[in-house]
Nanobody, 121 residues
Framework: VQLQAFGGGLVQAGGSLRLSCAASGRTSSMYTMAWFRQAPGKEREFVARITWTGTTYYTNHVKGRFTISRDNAKNTMYLQMNNLKPEDTAVYYC????????????????WGQGTLVTVSS
């Protein structure tokens, strides 16, 4: 599956952004999908995942502020980010796997190119 992430930008602390990840290729709706992020000088970290049936899981850092969702008919996944903080600044990547997917980058076989989110204080 091929993935393309978009929707990043510059926002003030406390603001909101919605990221999108468009999937194309074979049987896109059967994939578990996820968002990761990588801040400057840091390792890529897991943010949230959603199964093809809609079950979600979030890292504690974003729980209550971010919402992951997907529209299987449009082969698109979303990440609604509210109450953004400067520490949320990172390149955000979408990922997909036919398996359950976990918190490690190696659990995911397909990646989008990333979209930059910058939160100013």
């Amino acid at each position: 599956v091929q993935l393309q992430a978009f929707g990043g930008g510059l926002v003030q602390a406390g603001g909101s952004l919605r990221l999108s990840c468009a999937a194309s290729g074979r049987t896109s709706s059967m994939y578990t999908m996820a968002w990761f992020r990588q801040a400057p000088g840091k390792e890529r970290e897991f943010v949230a995942r959603i199964t093809w049936t809609g079950t979600t899981y979030y890292t504690n850092h974003v729980k209550g502020r971010f919402t992951i969702s997907r529209d299987n008919a449009k082969n698109t996944m979303y990440l609604q980010m509210n109450n953004l903080k400067p520490e949320d600044t990172a390149v955000y990547y979408c990922a997909a796997t036919m398996g359950a997917g976990g918190a490690y980058s190696t659990d995911w076989g397909s990646w989008g190119q990333g979209t930059l989110v910058t939160v100013s204080s």
